[in-house]
Nanobody
């Protein structure tokens, strides 16, 4: 049974940083790729970043240069380092893992950027 457990959310001031973590209950090499999404209040869930098994990454235009996705294979964990946070980054952030035709989602965690 695959579980993704996210941690690291919270309240941060504009311009600040947070690091989100997504710990998998299985070897992350079992996944084709892992992603982060966000869902702002009243909006659709949107894609933020992807990291594939080779380590290659891709980012949404809104976060490129500010956010970094990475992985620690020994810990079966994917991270999202978020720098230069803006109030517009306020959202629930979700981790997603894809293995073939199966998608797995974390429970989501709140990130609030406010002074």
């Amino acid at each position: 049974h695959v579980q993704l457990v996210e941690s690291g959310g919270g309240l941060v001031q504009p311009g600040g940083s947070l690091r989100l973590a997504c710990a998998a209950s299985v070897n992350i090499f079992d996944f084709n790729f892992m992603c982060w999404y966000l869902q702002a209040p009243g909006k659709e869930r949107e894609w933020v970043a992807t990291i594939i098994s080779t380590g290659s990454t891709n980012y949404a235009r809104s976060v490129k240069g500010r956010f970094t996705i990475s992985r620690d294979n020994a810990k079966n964990t994917v991270y999202l380092q978020m720098n230069s946070l803006e109030p517009e980054d306020t959202a629930v952030y979700y981790c997603k893992a894809v293995a073939g035709i199966y998608d797995y989602w974390g429970q989501g965690l709140q990130v609030t950027v406010s002074s």
